[in-house]
Structure formats: C-alpha cells, structure tokens
C-alpha cells in the first residue's frame, strides 16, 4: 500500500504544479501583452527662444546652461530645442509659430522685444504654454518670468565702490527700459552704502551684444574718469577696456572672470534651471498656470559672482551681511530714503519700493549721471 500512496500524491503534486505552471504562463503572456499595447508616454517638447548664441558667457550662455540642467534633471520625459539668433519685435514672430506648428508644448522667449510677438502667437495657439523672460504681458496661456537683480546689482555697486580710487564709476548701460534703469539706480544705492559720494556716469549703447560699440562706451566712460565700469550687455568688451588701462569692472548675466580676469571684481548673474524645471514639470502633470514668477536671491535665480579676491575684507563682509538682508527679506535695495536726480523724494524714508514702481522705474536716483533716453 506504501508504493501507491506515493504515486498518488506524486501525481497530485505533479497536476498541481502543471496548473501553477500554465497560470504563471498565462499570466506571463497576458503581462506581456499589456506592456505591448500600453501606448508610449509622450515627451514634453519645450523650446527656448534666443536673441543671441549660447556662447561661453552672458545672457545667453546662461539660459543654455539651464535648458541644459533641465534635461539632465527630467531625461525622457522631455526633448529641448534651441533657435538662436531671433531677431526681436515682428521679426522674431515667424519663429515662434514655426515652434508652435512643430508640436513644441513649453516655450521660453529669453528676450524683452519678443513679448508682443510672443502675445500674438500665444492668442492663436491655445494648447502651448508660452513663458517670456523680463516681460510684463501675460495670457491665459502665457507668463512672465524674471528675477530681483537689483538685489546683485546693489552688492555689485557696493563692490565698486570699495575697489575704487576715485568714487568715480561708469555704467555700459544697454536700453532705456525699466530693468536696465533699475539696475542702475540699484548699482549706484549699492555704491552710496559704501561711499556715500560715489556717483555713476551713465552711457547708452542701444544694445545687448555689439562688443565695438561697447568698448568705445566704455572708453568714452574711463576717458571721463571712471576707474571701475558696470554693464547690461552680453559681451565681456566693456572689461576687456577697462582691463587694458588697469581699471575694475563688474560683469553681468555670468561669471566673466577669465575674461578679463586683472579688472573683474564681481557681478550679478543667473541660476535658470530649477526655474525651467519646474516650468516643465507643471506642464506634464497638468499643473501650469500663467503667472508672472519674480525671482530673487533668497530661491536662487538671482546670483553675486565674487567679490574677487583682491576687495578689501571689511568691503566683502559688509557686501555679505547686505547680501544676508537681502534673503532674509530684512533690506530690499529700495528702502527709503531715496531721492533722484532733482532731489525729489521717491521713496520715502521707512518705506521700501513697491513692485509696480520697480517695473515701470523711468528715474535715475541722486549720484547717477546722465540722462534716460527717450
């Protein structure tokens, strides 16, 4: 009786395993085909639109360097173009519908003369997210995105006016539109904190990358006496000048040092990428909305590069403890008092500046020399 007892459970165990077997083969098959038939997630397209070429600094150079972060950060779940060298104004129009058409969900226009264009395609195309950097337009479908960098431009005029000789500093300015003019003042407010006599000379170029006509502003402001030079243009010509007559210089947009590495002392930049980010990730989980984001210092868009080396201790510490302030949310470069030019009271003292009076700033402040083209 032993020998058959064995046989039967040998054969229980034997169909018991031929059903595990066929279950575990139909449930293989049945896993298969649903990885077969489930569709491909679709990747966010996202273009960024450029006045100029990426390069190896400025503007540009640092809206690359955040596309770039972007698809480092996100990988497959996005695929990124870049069109360089789009003109601004109706020009550049024709760009951003190619895009548009092309299947591009998410895009970034990386200059102020592409908002109206920008608002055009925008109203045409209302399944695209559209996001212009320094604008002041919005839609439904499209935001604003820029960053307080009068914040860096406050320490950076403070910079300069503990690296110069003479209290005499000249500013490489780019257009007559309220961020450029904002950033003067803030320069010049910056400069005053540590000399209170400082004064900034003001040039015009009329441009945001022309490296000739920039440095003959610039020689025209070391001609006039200044012994450090600021700028708001994508070229590192207005240090290179300056580095030729042993004068200072504060860069812009990113850390030119090598540039002109003898004259550089410091200067604001940027920091885009966990902007660009989380402008995509919004898109893909169906977050986004249209906004007009203002970073600053205390989340990282806004920057200071440097003080160099050579500013003198007691200058860099100050600069730390303004820049402490700053994203502390305790000092705004702003604050009350300030007078401009004709001695009239624009903020007043225990006030600080209100947003709407920043982005339409069309002022200079007391100390800043020259006047806002018209």
């Known amino acids: 009786m032993e020998i058959p007892l064995k046989r039967r459970a040998l054969a229980v165990v034997a169909g018991v395993t031929a059903v595990l077997l066929a279950a575990c083969s139909s449930s293989s098959s049945s896993s298969t085909a649903a990885e077969e038939a489930a569709p491909a997630v679709e990747k966010l397209k996202v273009a960024f639109v450029y006045i100029g070429v990426p390069g190896d600094a400025g503007w540009t150079y640092m809206h690359d360097q955040g596309r770039l972060e972007m698809e480092a950060a996100l990988g497959d779940q996005i695929e990124t173009t870049a069109v360089e060298n789009v003109p601004e104004g109706p020009a550049g129009k024709k760009t951003f519908e190619d895009l548009a058409r ?79 003019v904002r950033g003067i003042n803030a320069f010049e407010l910056g400069a005053q904190a540590i000399n209170p006599k400082a004064t900034t000379k003001v040039v015009w170029t009329s441009t945001w990358y022309d490296p000739t006509i920039e440095s003959k502003a610039a020689q025209s402001l070391l001609n006039a006496g200044a012994d450090v030079l600021a700028q708001h243009q994508d070229s590192p010509a207005t240090g290179q000048a300056a580095e030729e007559v042993g004068a200072r210089w504060l860069s812009y947009n990113s850390n030119m ?92 003292q225990g006030a600080t500046a209100p947003m709407d009076a920043l982005m339409s700033m069309q002022y200079f402040v007391k100390g800043v020399q020259g006047t806002i083209a018209k």
């Open 102 to 180: 092309q299947g591009y969900k998410l895009i970034f226009g990386t200059s102020f003369g592409y908002m109206d264009p920008m608002l055009e395609v925008a109203a045409a195309y209302p399944d695209v997210k559209f996001m212009h950097a320094t604008g002041y337009k919005t839609a439904p479908n499209m935001g604003t995105y820029f960053g307080a960098a009068e914040e860096a431009r406050f320490l950076s005029g403070m910079i300069a006016a503990s690296v110069s000789k003479s209290g005499r500093l000249g500013y490489v300015a780019a257009f007559p539109i309220p961020e450029v």
């Open 257 to 348: 040092q090598s540039l002109a590495p003898k004259a550089w002392a410091g200067g604001p930049g940027w920091d885009w990428g966990p902007f660009y980010i989380a402008q995509a990730k919004a898109v893909i989980d169906g977050t986004w909305k249209s906004e007009q984001y203002y970073g600053n210092m205390k989340d990282g868009m806004v920057k200071l590069f440097g003080p160099a080396e050579d500013v003198p201790a007691d200058a860099a510490a100050a600069v730390k403890a303004a820049q402490d302030a700053f994203i502390a949310g305790t000092a705004a470069p702003f604050d009350g008092p300030i007078l401009d030019q004709a001695g009239k009271t624009q903020v007043a």
